[in-house]
């Protein structure tokens, strides 16, 4: 049976057991989420905090620390505060992006309004550190206000190069690595850290969350184009709309001949999008099979991520941390 058609998937079954760990980040993200004297503040965080994800990054600090032996509870801060980081960048993210829907229902910034959603995100932020802090440990805060910074910088350099045509595959893996990867490296890099773990699992550990937030970040890239609005949790070609320039675009354009780059140009660069467009654009990524060499880039991500969780110890966890990385891609079938 496949990944994508089995009865209870990986990020299932790792939650599963996880189950107890969980509670006690949810517990905890609801207490620090409360604010006596703005009620909108837990208003827009419910919002967005219980619809419904998969708790995926916080969960990836829980069976780092447990997979290396952690007995103690500071993990469960950690989780937290990684939820709360990944929580703040969504609801700045939905600002920026002008979006109107997220994991399948309206946006906190359509529901309320762009003032909210970037106060309350700024006040996530300051929640987690407020989280990390009290774990007692300079060496995770150092890595997780370093994670903080890093997406902020990815998300500035997506500002800049995401409407250039010029935009190379170096800079769209430096953007990314910036928004998606830097937290899922950071949040099972503080799992080992905080268990007291040897260097070379802490760095195998860091390996892991960086190969699996690219490969993730490009199968959503990728689903913009040839997923499902259930699949993706938003409107099928936004990226295209918004004019993001994504893998499959990136090398598109690279292969495009006179006709074509001036299509790009207008729909990308001058934003200048008709009606029929989005479909030309998937004609073109189809007639240079830049999907298909996407897919095998996500693929190839996967493997690393992968190939770095085999100098951990083996453990039951380490096997369901073996499927999320194939889950992660098998997503596009």
């Known amino acids: 049976m496949s990944l994508d058609t089995a009865s209870v998937k990986p990020h299932e079954r790792l939650a599963q057991a996880l189950a107890s760990d969980m509670d006690g980040v949810n517990a905890l993200i609801r207490d620090r989420m409360a604010s006596e004297h703005a009620p909108r503040i837990p208003e827009i965080t419910a919002h967005l905090v219980e619809a419904g994800g998969k708790r995926l990054r916080p969960m990836l600090t829980l069976a780092a620390a447990r997979m290396c032996g952690y007995n103690g509870l500071h993990h469960i801060n950690l989780a937290a505060t990684v ?26 910034n359509l529901l309320w309004d762009n003032k909210s959603s970037v106060l309350v995100g700024d ?9 990390m802090v009290e774990t007692g440990s300079l060496r995770v805060l150092d890595i997780l206000a370093n994670a903080s910074a890093t997406i902020a910088e990815g998300e500035v350099l997506q500002l800049t190069a995401a409407q250039d045509l010029r935009t190379t595959e170096a800079i769209y893996l430096q953007v990314i690595r910036g928004k998606t990867a830097a937290l899922f490296a950071a949040a099972t890099e503080v799992g080992g850290v905080i268990a007291g773990a040897p260097e070379d699992q802490i760095n195998a550990l860091h390996a892991f969350g960086d190969a699996l937030g690219i490969a993730f970040q490009i199968v959503d890239d ?21 004019r993001k320039l994504t893998l499959p675009v990136i090398r598109a354009v690279a292969l495009a001949d006179d ?9 990308i660069e001058k934003g200048n999008q008709q009606d029929g467009d989005l479909e030309h654009a998937l004609d073109i990524l189809a007639r240079h099979g830049t999907m298909d060499s996407t897919r095998d880039e996500a693929i190839l991500w996967s493997a690393r991520a992968k190939d770095a969780l085999m100098t951990l110890p083996e453990t039951e966890l380490r096997e369901m941390l073996l499927d999320l990385s194939d889950y992660v891609v098998a997503r596009l079938n």
Not at 124 to 131: D, G, H, P, T, V
Not at 222 to 241: E, H, P, S, V
């Open 83 to 108: 939820e709360f980081i990944h929580t703040a960048t969504l609801l700045h993210d939905d600002v920026v992006d002008e979006s109107n829907k997220r994991r399948g229902r309206p946006t906190a």
């Open 123 to 131: 006040y996530l932020f300051a929640r987690s550190f407020q989280l």
């Open 222 to 242: 990728l689903l913009d184009y040839g997923g499902t609005t259930d699949a993706i949790g938003k409107n099928i070609g936004d990226d295209f709309r918004e």
């Open 259 to 267: 006709a074509e780059r001036a299509f790009w140009k207008r729909v």
